[in-house]
């Protein structure tokens, strides 16, 4: 005789009821396992909350916050009002934030958005990264503060004359009327320039530069080279007055030496320095918002362009290719220059 297991009188009655359920199959008295029947009534799933950034804590947050691009962390100050007040609080790399306080400086200079509206549509993508990796590739080291600004800037911000992104054509504006956008040439091959070196010694040698932009009277350069501390990193306008070599010469001349011609000419300093390239662009900002507008536009120039060492024209190549310094060519000017410092 098998033996039923024992259950009290009130466990019988409620297996009894729950088997009876509809949606269930009827499992032997006794079972605990109460399996769905097919076509019966579904169940809803239980809600799970899924993380969120709001769920997190603020120092998470704001972990979060400090590695955001320049871009995304201004428009994150519209997500909501808890953002706007947690953001400032983010510790954000000393170059990104003093790209912020520059275009937070800029959007409250006149004249900068109505400027910058007039060449707007003119705007091309670039592969930003690949322009700092073909950099990369000519020279082993580029200016920190470069690399962020290419990298992050937003291009609706860009000076007409000096952006990857826009023609290499001459600007319209005054007083940078007919400067010319070197950036824009093959943006997406950009090449370094060999520029003489000169400190006041017979020594002369070449120095990586980047050509910013040209003008009928002035050579603008980004300095790239890590062997010179003095000069790495910094921002040199060249004066192109007289039909001489692009020459880099430091400022300011040694006590010892009479010869101020070589940096003052008529009362025109022949070089003007600006210590890294973001006090570069605050500056060049300053003077070109208070130009007035000119609604007509300039034709891209035919490439490529040729290369003229003495030419006063904007149009040519200042200097030879970094890559080229080594031809004899180059080193020609190299000797012909040292001969003349002697």
Request: net charge negative.
């Amino acid at each position: 005789m098998m033996l039923l297991p024992t259950h009290s009188k009130a466990e019988m009655v409620a297996q009894s009821r729950l088997h009876r359920t509809p949606g269930y199959l009827h499992a032997p008295y006794g079972s605990l396992l109460l399996t769905p029947a097919r076509g019966g009534p579904k169940q809803k799933p239980i809600a799970v909350q899924k993380p969120h950034i709001q769920t997190f804590p603020v120092e998470l947050r704001l972990e979060i916050f400090s590695h955001l691009e320049l871009k995304p962390y201004v428009i994150s100050h519209g997500v909501c009002k808890a953002w706007k007040q947690e953001l400032p609080h983010a510790i954000l790399h000393p170059i990104r934030r003093r790209m912020l306080d520059s275009c937070r400086t800029l959007r409250d200079m006149p004249g900068v958005w109505e400027n910058c509206q007039f060449y707007v549509e003119d705007l091309k993508p670039f592969d930003r990264d690949t322009y700092i990796n073909t950099l990369l590739e000519q020279y082993p080291v580029i200016p920190e503060e470069f690399v962020f600004w290419i990298r992050e800037w937003p291009e609706r911000l860009a000076l007409e004359y000096m952006w990857p992104g826009l023609p290499f054509r001459p600007c319209v504006h005054e007083p940078f009327y007919n400067a010319v956008n070197w950036f824009g040439y093959f943006p997406h091959a950009p090449q370094l320039s060999a520029v003489m070196y000169y400190y006041w010694t017979p020594a002369v040698k070449f120095v990586p530069v980047l050509l910013i932009y040209r003008t009928a009277d002035s050579t603008v350069w980004l300095i790239v080279d890590k062997d010179e501390p003095d000069l790495f990193g910094k921002v040199i306008e060249l004066s192109t007055t007289r039909e001489d070599v692009p020459t880099i010469i430091p400022h300011p001349e040694p006590e010892e030496s009479d010869d101020d011609s070589s940096w003052e000419d008529d009362g025109r300093p022949l070089m003007i320095s600006h210590p890294d390239w973001i006090t570069f662009q605050v500056a060049e900002w300053s003077t070109f918002a208070q130009t007035g507008l000119k609604p007509r536009k300039i034709k891209a120039l035919s490439t490529p362009a040729e290369v003229n060492l003495n030419a006063f024209c904007a149009l040519y190549l200042p200097a030879p290719r970094w890559i080229d310094r080594s031809l004899q060519s180059s080193l020609a000017i190299l000797q012909e220059c040292g001969a003349g410092f002697e």
